[in-house]
T-cell receptor, first 113, second 112 residues
Framework: DAGVIQSPRHEVTEMGQEVTLRCKPI?????LFWYRQTMMRGLELLIY????????DSGMPEDRFSAKMPNASFSTLKIQPSEPRDSAVYFC???????????FGQGTRLTVV | DQQVKQNSPSLSVQEGRISILNCDYT??????FLWYKKYPAEGPTFLIS?????DKNEDGRFTVFLNKSAKHLSLHIVPSQPGDSAVYFC???????????FGPGTRLSVLP
């Protein structure tokens, strides 16, 4: 298994542009998580899905952020419009069941200039 | 307001000795705890977990201790190896939820 696959690995964009981060979870996993890591706030859960349905999006910072999971093998996190303070490493993770560890992707390093 | 705290940003230990990483939490509803290890430019990888019904869980060189009354858990690595050098995150969830709250991490350096 290739693990959780995120793309792109690095993204540099200008303020005001739309950014879309992509994630392919591990096949058979029914939970998918989006995290953001910054120096100031550490690793924060933004949103998670169970069986493609968003369960908790209370960590999404504001309406500029949106996440979708159209099927069991793909999810996107979109920021529109992007701002410099969105610069961070964004991780996607997937897991099989509650309480079992989540497997993280390698992350997407986003820089908004 | 940090619900999960790791008060030591960094720790250095000699190879072969014990590494003890600490984690404190404030939410008494937390009932499941995980430790993750993270190398640079990689995502965190799961290390070990513990449920609040236990006070100790062991997996090879790694042991996690939970003290519910003190709202404190610790990760012991014995013996420490240079390959253990990484950032270690403590994470907690409540009521069987999957929305884990992570601590800020502790950077462990194991010196040869």
């Amino acid at each position: 298994d290739a693990g959780v696959i995120q793309s792109p690995r690095h993204e540099v964009t200008e303020m005001g542009q739309e950014v879309t981060l992509r994630c392919k979870p591990i096949s058979g996993h029914n939970s998918l998580f989006w995290y953001r890591q910054t120096m100031m706030r550490g690793l924060e859960l933004l949103i998670y899905f169970n069986n493609n349905v968003p369960i908790d999006d209370s960590g999404m910072p504001e309406d500029r952020f949106s996440a979708k999971m159209p099927n069991a093998s793909f999810s996107t996190l979109k920021i529109q419009p992007s701002e410099p303070r969105d610069s961070a490493v964004y991780f996607c993770a997937s897991s099989q069941t509650r309480g079992i560890e989540a497997f993280f992707g390698q992350g997407t390093r986003l820089t908004v200039v | 307001d940090q619900q999960v705290k790791q008060n030591s940003p960094s720790l250095s230990v000699q190879e072969g000795r014990i590494s003890i990483l600490n984690c404190d939490y404030t939410n008494s509803m937390f009932d499941y705890f995980l430790w993750y290890k993270k190398y640079p430019a990689e995502g965190p990888t799961f290390l070990i977990s513990i449920s609040s019904i236990k006070d100790k869980n062991e997996d090879g060189r790694f042991t996690v201790f939970l003290n519910k009354s003190a709202k404190h858990l610790s990760l012991h690595i014995v013996p420490s190896q240079p390959g253990d050098s990484a950032v270690y995150f403590c994470a907690a969830s409540a009521f069987g939820g999957q929305n884990f709250v992570f601590g800020p991490g502790t950077r462990l350096s194991v010196l040869p």
